[in-house]
């Protein structure tokens, strides 16, 4: 008995060693797949036959043949990726249209963007473009969205066959811890909130040039229509950036009153406190923007950075140059676009929830009319390890 319950144990041990040996039933061999790495959306000239707009979606493939590939074969070289696009009325249909000229299966879980073309953006409801990627199990919810200058395909497209486009945006958006130019990732999980809140926002915009794409300022979203109302250039976006307080590392190029010559200051850390005040009907807001951070680089020799009055001089350049960073961009959002992008209106609600109550349904109109008062205040800690 003794011998017949021992086999039966090591059979059983055998057989809890060995299950796991025999791989995953549910596998996918690679060789048959083509892994969606990222997406574009443009919207093309309608249908005449049916007046409807058409979509064109484009997905950058990565397969077994694609690689490893990019190394010189002789004297030429071969993409590491394969763009498809597909043209019609509708994005899933579109996207099984691809089956008849692609002989691999689309697999989309690791899918890292989607680039929505301008056009698109500023015609469609970006609640609707983005339904179907939303709903989309296969889709993962980190997938990062961008708004493109013009045509979004071509931000897919790189003149360096090495470079795959879609991994290099992924790598792009880490920047925005060292500079105020970039926004921080929105995700199709976190634009969810966005598009149901009808708060304005802002979407990171990309332009591609000759085959080199480039993070280019931001897009402004129009939280009634959620659609494309304009941009944002680069130096827009660092007011902006400074306007929040949410810049996690950065420059700032100011000029030396007494001499005129450049000063760098280099962003440790900033942050914004907004204020909202109401007397009757009167809605004001006050803003003080605060930073400690370091002398990064100057070009008066003569100075000597542990001087008083040349610190403050120094601190002095860099509070003008952001305060007048802060007025050119409130100025565009208040008075061009209209748009809440800053969270003011937010401060309003939590501060004075009746009052805000009564304006949010039009808040982008009120918010145009509001006076802004900013303060600056910036402290050099550091000088680096230069002390003449």
């Not at 001089?313 to 007048?324: I, L």
């Amino acid at each position: 008995m003794n011998n017949q319950l021992l086999r039966l144990l090591l059979c059983t041990l055998a057989i809890l060693i060995f299950l796991p040996l025999a791989g995953c039933w549910s596998s996918k061999e690679i060789e048959n797949l083509g892994i969606i790495v990222g997406t574009s959306l443009d919207l093309e000239k309608k249908d005449p036959e049916h007046s409807r707009s058409l979509l064109t979606v484009t997905n950058q493939f990565l397969t077994s043949e694609t690689i490893g590939t990019g190394i010189k074969e002789g004297k030429t070289y071969q993409k590491a990726y394969i763009n498809i696009s597909e043209t019609g009325d509708a994005a899933l249909p579109t996207l099984r249209n691809m089956i008849l000229r692609f002989d691999k299966r689309a697999f989309a879980e690791h899918s890292k963007v989607l680039v929505i073309g301008e056009n698109l953006a500023r015609s469609l409801n970006l609640q609707q473009t983005l339904d179907f990627f939303i709903r989309e199990q296969e889709m993962r919810p980190s997938g990062l969205i961008l708004i493109a200058r013009d045509r979004a395909s071509r931000t897919l497209e790189s003149k360096n066959p090495i470079d795959i486009p879609a991994f290099q945006l992924i790598e792009m958006t880490q920047g925005h811890d060292r500079t105020t130019k970039i926004l921080p990732p929105m995700t199709l999980t976190k634009i969810q909130g966005k598009l149901n809140s009808g708060a304005s926002f802002l979407l990171q915009s990309v332009s591609s040039m000759k085959g080199e794409i480039k993070f280019t300022g931001a897009a402004v979203i129009k939280g009634k229509s959620n659609k494309l109302s304009g941009f944002l250039n680069e130096e827009e976006l660092e007011g902006l950036t400074w306007l929040s307080g949410k810049g996690k590392g950065g420059l700032v190029r100011g000029f030396d009153e007494a001499t005129g010559l450049p000063i760098v200051y280099e962003i440790l850390s900033m942050k914004s406190v907004i204020t909202s005040k109401v007397d009757g009907d009167r809605i004001s807001f006050d803003v003080i923007i605060e930073s400690e951070g370091r002398i990064a680089e100057h070009w008066d020799a003569s100075e000597k950075e542990l001087e008083n009055g040349y610190l403050k001089r120094t601190e002095q350049a860099s509070e003008k140059e952001v305060e007048r960073l802060v007025k050119n961009v409130l100025h565009k959002i208040q008075h061009k676009y209209q748009a809440d992008v800053s969270g003011f209106g937010n401060r309003l609600r939590i501060e004075y929830p009746r009052v805000w109550e009564k304006v949010k349904h039009d808040w982008d109109q009120t918010f145009s009319e509001v006076p802004i008062h900013c303060e600056v205040k910036i402290t050099i800690k550091d000088y680096g390890t230069s002390d003449h």
